[in-house]
T-cell receptor, first 115, second 111 residues
């Protein structure tokens, strides 16, 4: 299977702890996106990378959130000092930007529960 | 302020019939639209897209219609199958290529 993969699939943590999620995009895709989804809502954009450069960050991404994509391959999303409001599904997507195609392909997500 | 609206939280359709999912948007500058399907505990799966230069795009059982003057698009699934039961999201793309999503419509196909 050469789709987008995310690890872990589930994470339960206590408030105040740090967590890190990993995303492995489809290998030839140069763009990688992070989204957050809560129950009953569509995904909300957090940030995206083109190769290793982080080009856009949502105002939803507080200072406690940081994302990296070293070498333009996999990406990590770290949340420091987690709060209960951080509980959500964190989705990663990748795409290969062409003139006629904008589709983003999603991984299965990491469900974070902060207790 | 929601820029993409899916006003029906859920829709129930008999197997074999047509399912019609609706989506409205507010910004006439949006020019590319996508539909995704999501099963529980999985990420969204891309279904079909349409550019604003077209008013219809078809792929097998799935057809998307775009009415630019009404800022409305719809997804038609015919015939509906049990495996189509899922949450369907309408999304558009802003000038920075970020997806803006509706809240989703849960489609239930009754046998």
């Amino acid at each position: 299977d050469t789709g987008v993969s995310q690890n872990p699939r589930h994470k339960i943590t206590k408030r105040g702890q740090n967590v890190t999620f990993r995303c492995d995009p489809i290998s030839e895709h140069n763009r990688l996106y992070w989204y957050r989804q809560t129950l009953g809502q569509g995904p909300e954009f957090l940030t995206y990378f083109q190769n290793e450069a982080q080009l856009e960050k949502s105002r939803l991404l507080s200072d406690r959130f940081s994302a990296e994509r070293p070498k333009g391959s996999f990406s990590t999303l770290e949340i420091q000092r987690t709060e209960q409001g951080d509980s959500a599904m964190y989705l990663c997507a990748s795409s290969l930007r062409t003139e006629s195609s904008y589709e983003q392909y999603f991984g299965p997500g990491t469900r974070l529960t902060v207790t | 302020d929601q820029q993409v609206k899916q006003n029906s939280p859920s829709l129930s359709v008999q197997e074999g019939r047509i399912s019609i999912l609706n989506c409205d948007y507010t910004n006439s500058m949006f020019d590319y639209f996508l539909w995704y399907k999501k099963y529980p505990a999985e990420g969204p799966t891309f279904l079909i897209s349409i550019s604003s230069i077209k008013d219809k795009n078809e792929d097998g059982r799935f057809t998307v219609f775009l009415n630019k003057s009404a800022k409305h698009l719809s997804l038609h699934i015919v015939p509906s199958q049990p495996g189509d039961s899922a949450v369907y999201f309408c999304a558009t793309m802003d000038s920075n290529y970020q997806l803006i999503w509706g809240a989703g419509t849960k489609l239930i196909i009754k046998p």
